[in-house]
Every structure is written in C-alpha cells, then in structure tokens.
C-alpha cells in the first residue's frame, strides 16, 4: 500500500521559513516524479512544485519561484520542499502527491497546515 | 482565475445522472494534454478518479466516466449516490503556465 506522510506545517511570521517533509513507502520511490500541491482555506488546488526522478529537473508555479526550493533523497524515500520568505498568501494545506503526468496525481498524503500570520 | 473552468456548484438527486464540465483552451486541453479528474470528499485529500480523459483507477466504481472533446472535458456520475456528495477538480498541463493546472473546483451536492 502506497503511503504518502507530509511533516513540518505549523505557525509562521510573513517573511519566516518553513521546511516541509514526505516521506513515502510502498513505491520504489526513486522511479516517481513527485509534487507539491497546495489548498487555501475554501479554496481550490493549486501545484506548487515538481521534480524529476533524479532530482535533476524541478518546476514552480510562477509565485513561488525564488522563494521555495524542492529536493529529494532518494535513499531516504523523501521529498521536501524549503519555503523561505513566505507571504500571508502562503497559507495552505500542503500536499505531497506523486507523478502529475500522464497519469495525473496517483497518490496523495494527507497534508500538512502551514499558517503565515503575524 | 483558472484557466480550466469548472462550474462552481451542481446538485442532482438519488439515481440520477450529473455531468461536470471543464473548459479549457488551445494551451492547455485544446493542445492535447490529457485531463484528470479528482474527487475531494469533506475534510479528507483529493483521490485520483479518472486519468489520462477517460481511464479509471483501479477500484474506482463504473458509475464514473471521463471524456473529452476539442478544448473540453467531462466528468459523468450515474446513479448518483449521497457518498458522491464531494469536491470535483479537473486538472491538465498548460504549456503557457509550464505545468500542471487545475480547475476550480465543482461543490456536488446529493439532494
């Protein structure tokens, strides 16, 4: 059984850092494109970040460009995504989700709140 | 704004037939991408529901089919069930965007 488990949500100032985890199991991890994919409180999803199996090729929607920093271990079975300089808009649960390619989002965990408020 | 556009709410009773539409444009569905559909029950992560237009996971009932035609894409549920009650996002890979989009999302609500 596939598993998808997010970490590292919680409480932070506008301009603060947050580093968010996954970690999978049941998948040979290191064969999956992996995503991050957001939801504002009432509102839609929206893809935040991708990477490549090999780590060797990342994506970003264009607001978080600069700001956020996907990566992964292989050897870990994890993804991660480093959220710096963040933004009131930021608030969201944070999903972790594989592939998002042909085969769409196969996969998801079950998020993590991150909170950016003053 | 997205660029996939879903109505924001449908309902229908018990046993019937709904359709969930998802208008796009020639950057994104029109270009060819494949369109997936998600179902968000409340409080819970969206689950996969159909992929690749018109392909179910497996252990998703038949009662759910996808299909696409020119720009857009349908979601329809037969025999519509109070458990169908739920969230319903198409998302595909705009070429404009450089990555996956999604819709906005449909409220279906079971009478």
């Known amino acids: 059984e596939v598993q998808l488990v997010e970490s590292g949500g919680g409480l932070v100032q506008p301009g603060g850092s947050l580093r968010l985890s996954c970690a999978a199991s049941g998948l040979r991890f290191s064969t999956f494109w992996m995503s991050w994919v957001r939801q504002a409180p009432g509102k839609g999803l929206e893809w935040v970040a991708n990477i490549k199996e090999n780590g060797n090729e990342k994506n970003y929607v264009g607001s978080v460009k600069g700001r956020f920093t996907i990566s992964r271990d292989n050897a870990k079975n994890s993804v991660y995504l480093q959220m710096n300089n963040l933004r009131v808009e930021d608030t969201a649960v944070y999903y972790c989700a594989t592939r998002g390619g042909p085969k769409g989002f196969d996969y998801w965990g079950r998020g993590t709140l991150v909170t950016v408020s003053a | ?111």
């Open chain 2, 1 to 111: 704004q997205s660029v996939l556009t879903q109505p924001p709410s449908l309902s229908g009773a018990p046993g019937q037939r709904v359709t969930i539409s998802c208008t796009g444009s020639s950057s994104n569905i029109g270009a060819g991408y494949a369109v997936h559909w998600y179902q968000q029950l409340p409080g819970t992560a969206p689950r996969l529901l159909i992929f690749d237009d018109t392909n179910r996971p497996s252990g998703v009932p038949d009662r759910f089919s996808g299909s696409k035609s020119g720009a857009s894409a349908s979601l329809a549920i037969t025999g519509l069930q109070a458990e169908d009650e739920a969230d319903y996002y198409c998302q595909s890979y705009d070429s404009r965007l450089s990555g996956p989009t999604f819709g906005g999302g449909t409220k279906l609500t079971v009478l």
